[in-house]
C-alpha cells in the first residue's frame, strides 16, 4: 500500500510531496511517542494498583494508533 501511495506522489508538486512527507512523518513520530508515555504509564498503574488509572489509560491507548 504504501508504494502505491508514493507511486501517485510521484505526480505530485516537490515541494508538495516533501511537506506532506514531513507531515505524515512528524504524525507518526508524534504517535509513536504519545503511545510510548501511555503505556510507560500504564506500566506505573499496574506498579501502584491503581485500577482506575489502567482502565483510563488502556481506553486512551485505543485511540492512539
Not at 505530485?12 to 511517542?33: G, Q
Request: charged share 35%.
Amino acid at each position: 500500500m504504501e508504494n502505491n501511495t508514493l507511486n501517485g506522489m510521484d505526480r505530485v508538486d516537490p515541494n508538495l510531496r516533501d511537506e506532506m512527507l514531513a507531515e505524515l512523518f512528524l504524525d507518526k513520530m508524534m504517535n509513536n511517542f504519545k503511545k510510548s508515555k501511555i503505556l510507560e504509564e500504564i506500566d506505573q498503574s499496574l506498579k501502584n494498583n491503581d485500577k482506575e488509572a489502567f482502565f483510563r489509560l488502556t481506553e486512551e491507548l485505543k485511540y492512539v494508533s
